[in-house]
């Protein structure tokens, strides 16, 4: 799905868009998850959200540590 709105944002607002649907789906589907496993629907959502932001961050910080920034 975030590749569904990289074919539709706007090329000023790409980061962005994709980053927050990136992050919508990754809740999504970690709650999903987390209710298949029988665990706590919201926390799984938390934890999945929580951990791909932060992975999400520290690729944009290696990017701009090496000059790789769009």
């Known amino acids: ?3 569904m709105a990289t074919a539709m944002a706007p090329a000023a607002g790409l980061i962005p868009i994709v980053s927050g649907t990136s992050l919508l789906f990754l ?3 970690g709650g999903l998850a987390a209710r298949a496993g029988g665990a706590g629907v919201t926390m ?3 934890r999945v959200t929580f951990w791909g932001a ?3 961050a520290l ?3 290696i990017g701009a540590a090496v000059g790789t920034v769009a």
């Open 1 to 3: 799905m975030p590749l």
């Open 27 to 29: 809740a999504l589907l």
């Open 44 to 46: 799984g959502a938390i």
């Open 54 to 56: 932060m992975a999400m």
């Open 59 to 61: 690729t944009a910080g």
